[in-house]
Structure formats: C-alpha cells, structure tokens
C-alpha cells in the first residue's frame, strides 16, 4: 500500500512536471538536438566514442561502394544535402502556433543504407551546428547516437522487417519514418536525462522529459511517417528505375 | 518553407574583419580550449564571461544584434527547460514550492544551483559556437579537418554537402512557393500531401543532380578522389599563439575553480 | 565538307549511333569533324541530340557504334587523364559544374587533379581566372555568385586544365544579351589568341553568324547540314526542317524579297552587312534629303 502511494505521487511529481515544461516551452523545437553546452566533457567525451565505430562503419562502406561504383560518393553526398533541406522544412502542423522538422533520418536510410546515414547525419549536424547553432559541436557525438545511430537503424531496421514480412513497401516507409522518429526523440530524452540527473534517479529524469515529449512527439512521430511514405511514393514514380539499383538498399541488397 | 531558413546564411563568415583574417587552426584551437573550460567549470562565472563576451565580439563585428537575439533564441529555451527540470528534480533542500491543488512542486537549492549552472553552461557553449562560425565559413572548418586527418570520405561528402545545400535550397523554396500559389498549402490535407511531394521532389532532384554532377567531375579529371588545396604551414606564431590562448583559457579557468575569485 | 589543307584535323567521328536505355535514339550516323583552332558551332532545336552528342564527344557517354577520335586517340581508350587533358566540357547549368564552395577551390579542382604543384596550380587559376575576366571572384563563395559570373567561373575551371578543344553546351542560355555577346566575344579571343578549338552547341542564332567558322544542323539524332556559316544560311528551308530559322535581320530581308520583290542579292546575316545593303538599295538623295549623314 505504501509502495504504492509513494510510486503513484513519484509519477505525479513526474507528470506534474512534464506538463510544466509543454507550458514553458511549447514549441518542442527545443529537443530535435541536444544542445551545445548541456552535456559536461566526460558525457559528451562517452558519446563520441559510442558514435566513432558507427562512423568508421559508415566511412568504410561508402568507400567500398564507390570504389564499385565511382558516382556513389556523389550520390551520397547530394542526398544528404536533401536531407539537410527536408530537415529544415517545417511539418504542417494543424494546431497554430507549433513548429516542427521532419528528422528525415528514416527516410535516408531506406535511399542509402543505415551506416552512409550516420556519416550523413553527422555531415548534416556539424553544418546545422554551424549555421543555425542547432546542436552543437561537443554534442555532435550524441546527436550522431541519437539522429543517426538510434533513428537510422531502427527506421531501416523496421523497414527491413516489415518488407520481409510481405507488407508492402509504402506501409514499410511509414514505419520506418514513425520508428526513426520515436527513436530519435527517445534516445535523445535518455542522453539528456542521463547528463542531467545528478542525484535525482535516471529513471525519473527520464520519464519526465519522455512524459513531456509525448504529447507532441507522438503525433509528429505519425505526421513524419506519413511524409516518409508519401515521399517514397513520389520517389518510387518519378525514378523506379533508381529504386532497383545498386545505390539503393531498398531494393537489391 | 518560410520559418527556419531566414537565418540560414554564412554571410557574416565572410565579411572580412580581424577575427576573420585569422588562422582558422587559432580560431578553432581557442574555441575548443573555450569548450573544454566551459564544459568542466563548476561555477557560472566563466561561462557567463564567455557568454557576454562572445555577444560583445559580435556586436563589435556589428553583427545586426535582431539576428545575434535569434540565433541565441533557442538557446533560451533550452536554459529555462533544464532549470526546470533540475530546479524540481534534483536535491533535498527546499526553497520554496508551489501547489495546483494535488500537485506540489518543489524547488530546491541544490537544484537551482545545479540548473544554473548548467544553463550557464550552454549560454557559454552556445555563444562560443556562434562567435566562430560568424568568422569562419564552414568549408574553412572543413579545410582544417582535413587538415587533422579527418577521413578523407566524410570532408569530400562534407564539401559536396555544403555546396549543394545552397542549390537544393533554391530549388526547394521554389517548389514550395509554386505549390503555396496554386493553393497547395490550403488545409491540412493538403499540406500534408504537398509536404510530401516536396520532399519527394527535393530527392529526385538530389539524385539526378548528383549524375550530372559526377559527370562534370569526371570531365575534369576526377577519379575517385577529391584532391583538396593543402593549407599553409602552421607558421610559429600560430603555434605560439594557440599555445598562449591555450595556456590563457586554462589560467582564468583554475583561477575561478581555484576559488582565488 | 571541306578541310582545309593546312590544318590537321582534330576531331574526328565516323558512323556515332547513341540509343539511351529507355529506346530513345539520340544519334544516328552522326559523322563529325573539327580541325585546329575551328569555331564550330550545332546548331539544332531542343530535344535533337546536341547534348548526347557534346558528352559522346567527350567520352561520356560511350556510342553504341561509332568512334571518337581526338589527335587520332579514340576517346573510349585514352585514360581519362590524358583525354581530359586536351578537351574541356562546359555543361550547361553552371550548378552541375561548380561543386566546390569557392571560386578558387572550384578552378584549382582541374589542375589539382592533374598532379600539379601548388604554385602551377596557384598560376593556372589566376590565369583561367583573368581570362574570363574574373580575377575579382577570388575567394567569393559559389552561391553568391550570379547566373552569369558562375557561366564564366565554370569557363574558368575547364580552362585552367589547358584543354586544346572545348565542348561547349548552350554556352548562352539564360544570359542576359550583354552577357550573352560577352560570352561569345570571350569564346572568340579564345579560339582566335590561344588557338583553342570550339566546337558549341547553341540556340543563339543571332549570334552566329559573327562568330561560327562552321556549322552543323542537327534534326532527331541526324545531321542536316554541315557548311560554312554563310552556306547554312542561305537555306530557309531546311533550317525551317529542322525547327530553326534565320537570324532575324536575314528573315527580313528574306521576307522582303519574296514578298516585296527588293532586288536583294545574298542574305547579310550581321547587323553590319545589311546596313551596308540597305545604304547601297537607297538613293542617296532619299537620306540626305530627310537629316541623314553622307555616307563615307
């Protein structure tokens, strides 16, 4: 009974302050990175070295692939200038006064493969980092876990099963852009949380900042995976031919 | 596609002042030693000072101060979030609660010592990052990995990245306006399904510039691998001067952790 | 066709068929030459093969049937080094051309890739540069360049690899006409001072006339006509064939002929010769007596 009542005011607490923060800051803008300055040396240090094997994966595939097919790197490159651009257009958002991005991680990772999409997004972060101060440098490490390695494998992970399954490849395109979604903003709650929890537990720090994501991040996470799908369709009539090829994992590997 | 892109620009790394006159490797050498001083402090002042100052250098660079409250304006909304978070969160000494009914929240000492500090730190950070890159252009920042011995890949991708952001850009505004004009953006529906093609078209495009693109290469002589210019030798000064500001961060850094403020 | 003796030839193709993927037959027994320090212009409307043809030339695109051969070389043979070393390709859309972040970076692209020193590299910018009249694009970003100045950089990055023959594709679409004439005054102190071979494909048929030592008119993947720029034309008809026209100032005075029976002998194709004609039709006493000046 005491267990109880002390796990149910805990989750007050918790809730209580999730909905403080959707009132201080209403535009959920804030989270897409983690900024510049809020993880201290020693985090931020443990999350570039979890990035490097992804990056060095990502590098090392990219160079395999263009030694075969030398227009690859090209190819690459100007998709993750794509990306950039999607990442920066604003998600119609039918409540006024809301502001949102399309992460576009999933969406990269069915065109060119989960590893390039970590070095993309680690392309596309410095760059963000530099022009708009979105993100950060010392961050980069754990927006590359969380956009990159988080989204991109779990968006191309879902889009990989569920065309094994036999589900058809629009649905597949949604998943993976809800997935890369959810993933990013989860694993994005869990770094900062993990930075920021000192002596209050993890797990409470935790739930606080997903419990204040989810309101908004839930349905984004559905928007995105209905641009990714309509996307992919668009894609997949202008150039079917490109579907096929070699570049794209989606289709022969 | 009008949100967002307005302060998307290099313009000011460009604009030639004497911090752009710089060597990039100092300018990057000072920033990181910046980081790390900002990152380790356990007090607000030295991130507070390398806040204000790096605001004062922009302002001096005269900067529009409009854009300088911009680019620092989701910066401030992270800041009040995360006192939030660690001013309820964290500690045990109370100072003082407020109650909705059922819900009490309660700020502590502790915590809005620790969620100042933090803020303080990502003000510090922040301004750090955009005192750089308003006098350095990113390809400069690229030049100078590859100058660290980045991966060769990830600058080539990098460069070709930076470049085709600013077409593709073009492109996809133009798209967007010519869809807002035959009513693409009129309900929500639409919104979506046009969201959706534009992304779709950004893509195509994407693609088939990068054929032509790698064509163009090939004519010139490109086989495989870009061959970047290689920078001028890191002269002594340099050397000297990144060691001084180096050795100068650190100083001011112990001399506030040492509690001799 | 005619080659003139004391020229060797340059460029040479025989029988080139190019067939994209979808089916679509781009060239068709195109038969193609230029020899040294030639103005050779394709002239043909949208959609005829002047671009499979420009990138067939510079060993792009590999014909189905057909050789190219440049100093005798066949282009699908020579390592691209070599070849690329002698020809240079303009596209069309500066965008394709110029993916470096900067001007000078953009230039030294060429060179760099042709294993020279830096201070070669150094000298070959500054001197592609100053030859489209752009040493002030130094160190200025791509993006904040106009249409116009980035059709000129991109001149200057195929130019600092010291090509002997350049491809030129619709070299003046989208400029503004000074910027237009400029071009091609640019193309001409090129082919004239330096001895650079041009072979152009164009839509700018005003222009030609002033410029092009030959031309070739292409229809669907063939080739129509292949003469001096004068010879080309005096045939309406078949430029009418092939979707083109006559340069405006000659359509009037074709139009005159035919229809208003002036006693005109030959077409002037430049501004310059039909004033002279027009002057010459006129008596003097006509524009003398109406405020105009004695013709000298």
């Not at chain 1, 590893?115 to 680690?122: D, G, I």
């Not at chain 2, 870009?226 to 001084?244: A, H, P, Q, V």
Request: proline share 4%; net charge positive.
């Amino acid at each position: 009974m005491m267990v109880c009542f002390s796990g149910q005011r805990h989750f007050l607490r918790l809730l209580s302050v999730a909905s403080l923060l959707l009132i201080v800051s209403s535009t959920p803008v804030w989270a897409m990175h983690i900024s510049e300055g809020i993880l201290p040396a020693n985090w931020a240090g443990l999350w570039f070295v979890i990035a490097a094997p992804f990056l060095y994966w990502g590098i090392r595939e990219i160079k395999i692939k263009s030694r075969k097919a030398p227009q690859y790197k090209p190819f690459v490159a100007l998709v993750g200038a794509a990306v950039f651009i999607i990442s920066c257009m604003p998600i119609p958002v039918p409540v006024a006064g809301t502001c949102s991005h399309p992460v576009g991680t999933g969406l990269a990772a069915i065109l060119v493969g989960p590893a390039p999409t970590v070095v993309l997004s680690s392309v596309a972060l410095t760059l963000q980092a530099l022009f708009l101060a979105h993100g950060g440098l010392t961050t980069l490490g754990a927006d590359i876990v969380t956009m990159g390695v988080a989204g991109a494998f779990l968006g191309y992970g879902i889009f990989w099963l569920a065309r094994r399954m036999g589900i058809s490849a629009l649905v597949a395109a949604f998943l993976a852009g809800v997935v890369s979604d959810w993933a990013t903003y989860a694993a994005t709650s869990f770094i900062l949380a993990s930075a920021l929890h000192m002596d209050a537990s993890l797990w409470s720090m935790f739930g606080t900042i997903l419990l204040a994501f989810v309101p908004t991040q839930l349905p984004l996470g559905v928007l995105e995976g209905i641009l990714s799908a309509g996307a992919y369709r668009f894609i997949h009539f202008r150039i079917p031919e490109l579907m096929k090829t070699q570049f794209l994992s989606g289709g022969s590997s | 596609m009008s949100r967002g892109f307005h302060l998307f620009s290099d313009y000011f790394a460009r604009r030639d002042n004497v911090l752009q006159r710089l060597d990039v490797r100092l300018k990057m050498g000072v920033a990181i030693a910046l980081f790390a001083a900002i990152l380790c402090s356990t007090r607000p002042v030295l991130p507070v000072s390398a806040w204000l100052l790096s605001i004062a250098t922009m302002i001096a660079l005269r900067i529009p101060r409009k854009i300088i409250f911009h680019r620092f304006l989701p910066s401030l909304g992270i800041v009040i979030v995360i006192m939030v978070l660690q001013a309820l969160l964290i500690g045990k000494t109370p100072v003082f609660s407020v109650s909705l009914g059922d819900w009490v929240l309660t700020a502590t000492r502790e915590g809005i010592a620790q969620g100042t500090l933090t803020g303080s730190r990502v003000l510090g950070a922040v301004g750090t990052l955009l005192l750089l890159s308003s006098v350095t252009p990113a390809h400069e920042i690229f030049h100078t990995l590859h100058w660290c011995h980045m991966p060769k890949v990830w600058v080539e991708i990098a460069m070709l990245v930076y470049r085709y952001i600013f077409v593709l850009l073009d492109e996809a505004t133009d798209m967007a306006a010519a869809q807002r004009v035959r009513l693409g953006y009129s309900s929500f529906r639409n919104s979506m399904s046009s969201t959706s093609g534009l992304i779709g078209a950004v893509i195509v495009r994407s693609m088939e510039q990068s054929f032509r693109t790698h064509e163009a290469m090939i004519a010139r002589g490109y086989a495989g691998e870009y061959r970047f210019g290689g920078m001028d030798r890191l002269s002594w000064k340099t050397c000297f001067d990144i060691f001084s500001a180096g050795v100068g961060i650190a100083f001011v850094f112990l001399l506030i952790e040492g509690q001799l403020w | 066709m005619v080659i003139s003796n004391n020229h060797k030839p340059l460029l040479e193709c025989q029988g080139l068929c190019y067939c994209y993927e979808g089916g679509l037959q781009a060239l068709a027994d195109v038969d193609f030459h230029a020899t040294e320090g030639e103005f050779v212009a394709l002239l043909a409307s949208n959609g005829s093969g002047k671009t499979t043809l420009i990138k067939v030339l510079a060993g792009l695109l590999p014909p189905q049937s057909g050789t190219v051969l440049i100093d005798g070389l066949d282009v699908t043979k020579i390592p691209a080094r070599q070849l690329y070393g002698r020809v240079g390709l303009l596209l069309q859309n500066p965008i394709d051309q110029l993916f470096a972040a900067t001007v000078d970076e953009d230039v030294a692209f060429g060179p760099r890739n042709q294993d020279l020193s830096a201070e070669t590299v150094e000298k070959r910018v500054t001197d592609a540069l100053e030859s489209v009249g752009g040493l002030h694009f130094r160190g200025r970003a791509i993006h904040h360049l106009s249409f116009g100045e980035q059709k000129r950089v991109a001149l200057a990055g195929v130019l600092a690899m010291k090509p002997s023959l350049l491809l030129l594709d619709e070299v003046t679409a989208g400029l503004d006409p000074a910027g237009e004439t400029h071009m091609m005054h640019l193309l001409n102190r090129l082919n004239r001072q330096q001895g650079i071979t041009v072979v152009f494909a164009t839509h700018s048929i005003d222009l030609l006339p002033l410029f092009a030592d030959r031309i070739y008119v292409l229809e669907r993947g063939h080739v129509l006509m292949c003469e001096p720029t004068a010879k080309v034309f005096n045939e309406p008809e078949i430029l009418d064939r092939a979707g083109l026209r006559l340069p405006y100032i000659s359509s009037l005075f074709h139009d005159m002929r035919r229809y208003d029976g002036f006693p005109i002998k030959g077409l002037p194709l430049t501004v310059q010769a039909a004033r002279r004609q027009i002057l010459a039709l006129l008596p003097e006493k006509l524009w003398l007596g109406i405020g105009g000046k004695k013709h000298e």
